[in-house]
């Protein structure tokens, strides 16, 4: 029998697919039509891909090769900003530091929730 998905891999899901997703949501037609947001478009889209492809990862091994990765992937999200110049475009900014920030959360969760797990008391 399989093991159920934890929840902190459902929510990391969410978050990649929130990424990918949000230009679209978030932006107007008209600052995407004209290219005015293609930097943040192309980040959040690959970041957000990035993410599912840590999240399809087998949830078994060791705790650093689980977490590791998403905690570098969510201070790199929340350096993005600063990096490329989009800080003026608020909203992209905004949306880069919360879901860095969210990233950093997950990862965190998941390492007290895996100590707890295997914690003798």
């Known amino acids: 029998m ?46 957000g891909f990035g993410i599912l492809l840590i999240c399809s990862r087998a949830t078994q091994g060791h705790l650093f090769m689980r977490v590791a990765p998403v905690v570098a992937t969510g201070g790199v999200l929340i350096a993005m900003p600063m990096v490329l110049g989009f800080t003026g475009h608020h909203m992209a900014a905004a949306n880069a530091w919360v879901s860095g920030s969210v990233l950093i959360v997950l990862a965190a ?13």
């Open 2 to 47: 399989r093991k159920p998905i934890p929840p902190y891999r459902w929510m990391l899901a969410a978050l990649g697919i929130w990424l990918v997703m949000s230009p679209f949501l978030l932006f107007s037609q008209e600052v995407l039509l004209r290219g005015l947001a293609d930097r943040e478009m192309l980040v959040f889209m690959t970041f």
């Open 109 to 121: 969760w998941e390492a007290l929730v895996s100590q707890k797990r295997y914690m003798i008391v």
